[in-house]
């Protein structure tokens, strides 16, 4: 099983209130990712770091915000959350050996965010 | 537009049946694809991954097929478990960019009965 983790597991928070998920990963890999998940949809990539002082957004547009101060640490904060941004987030980490192109992606167990 | 299609959307099988699952994908330039098995509240594990040149890749009772000039790959599960329910998603990664993009289905949702 990877060494990836996520807290909360589940939170559920009032609208407006701002909110960090958190992701560590001790497999010293460099690129890291954060996607949503809706139910029955499909993954979504929302940000994405090559490395420490490196974030880019994904496909998804999304209200939230990343940094990487640190090579195991990827949070995520949303300054208000609101009742849209209800859904899974899933962080993923990868190992770069000088092409991305066979390495694979490896999952923490997700948190669940409601907002209501 | 790069896509990742998967069939059926949900399966229920009795617990000792085999079922194939089926991607199809319009992902260009290809670079590989991987099959995932995800359970529920849970991030996605990879099972099984392809290349260009690979046909078939087993990992236990899992065995992949791909079909690189059709863009069709399979998933066959032989004598299912209950352990087997989760969603099973197809993701297909390009070689167009450093990024390695990943392009994923919607995934099978299968549910094993005893």
């Known amino acids: 099983e990877a060494d990836i983790y996520q807290t909360p597991r589940y939170l559920v928070i009032g609208t407006g209130k701002k909110i960090t998920l958190e992701c560590s990963q001790t497999m010293g890999h460099d690129k890291m990712y954060w996607y949503q998940q809706d139910p029955g949809m499909e993954l979504h990539l929302i940000h994405y770091?090559?490395?420490?002082?490196?974030?880019e957004k994904g496909d998804l547009s999304s209200e939230s915000t990343v940094s990487r101060i640190r090579t195991e640490h990827f949070p995520l904060t949303l300054e208000s959350a609101r009742p849209s941004h209800t859904s899974q987030y899933l962080c993923?980490?990868?190992?770069?050996?000088?092409?991305?192109?066979?390495?694979?992606?490896?999952f923490g167990p997700g948190t669940r965010l409601t907002v209501l | 537009k790069n896509q990742v299609e998967q069939s059926p959307q949900s399966l229920i099988i009795l617990e000792g049946k085999n079922c194939t699952l089926q991607?199809?994908?319009?992902?260009?330039?290809?670079?590989?694809l991987r099959w995932y098995k995800q359970d529920t509240g849970r991030g996605p594990v990879s099972l099984t991954i392809?290349?260009?040149?690979?046909n078939t890749k087993s990992n236990g009772r899992y065995t992949a097929t791909l079909d690189a000039d059709t863009k069709q790959s399979s998933l066959h599960i032989t004598a299912s478990q209950l352990s087997d329910s989760a969603s099973y998603i197809c993701?297909?990664?390009?070689?167009?960019?450093?990024?390695?993009?990943?392009?994923f289905g919607r995934g099978t949702q299968l549910t094993v009965w005893p």
């Open positions: 770091s090559y490395g420490v002082n490196s974030t």
């Open positions: 991607c199809n994908y319009t992902v260009s330039p290809f670079s590989n």
């Open positions: 993701v297909v990664s390009d070689r167009g960019s450093t990024l390695g993009r990943l392009y």
């Open positions: 392809m290349t260009f040149s690979e």
């Open positions: 993923a980490s990868s190992e770069f050996n000088g092409t991305y192109q066979y390495n694979e992606q490896f």
